[in-house]
């Protein structure tokens, strides 16, 4: 029941969120401005690592960059070091799109929090931080850990079933009860 329960609040939060930037019109989507901030946030990264940093696979990271190149949020070159890498940069389009949503983002992530303690939402972090640990020493999980309260309330509501780990196998093997 823990997992489906997981899985629900997630979705349900991706859902409304995503349901209050059409509200507000934005053009973009969830996923669109999660790869942008973390770009924003991590000048310097690799597709690859970008992709295990927003819990996609390589496929749908091409396809979110593509579409914020051609939506001009985001530009593509050539990286100066290696050819068959690309550097990604943020356009001032882009960067006006971060900030304007952000507000929003927190505002829902504060909607998905109501009546939640802090000492409720620190012991949900620490079990999920366990998971994760339980789960990235039995498979190929990734996970960036910053020290930033927000990025965790991110991750919190981002985790989802990677095909290639098995996490349900893995959490009933580290001793936990599905």
Known sequence: ???YHLEKAIKSYRQYAQMKLKENEYTITIDQ????????????????????MVFKDKASIARIIELLVNNKYLNRNAHPETRNR???????????????????VL??????????????????LKVMKLIISNCKNNSKIYFYENSSFDY????????????????????LESGWKA
Not at 33 to 52: G, H, M, R
Not at 107 to 124: D, F, I, Y
Not at 152 to 171: D, H, K, L, T, W
């Open 86 to 104: 690309h550097q990604l940069s943020i356009t001032d389009k882009g960067k006006k799109i971060i900030k304007d949503v952000m507000p929003s």
């Open 107 to 124: 505002k829902n992530r504060r909607t998905a929090l109501k009546g939640v303690t802090e000492r409720e939402l620190t012991s949900t």
């Open 152 to 171: 965790y309330i991110v991750f919190m509501f981002s985790f989802r079933s990677r095909p290639n780990a098995e996490p349900a196998r893995c959490f």
């Open 33 to 52: 401005w999660l790869v942008l901030k973390s770009i924003i946030d991590n000048p310097d990264i690799t597709q690859n690592e970008l992709a295990e």
């Open 1 to 3: 029941m823990f997992f």
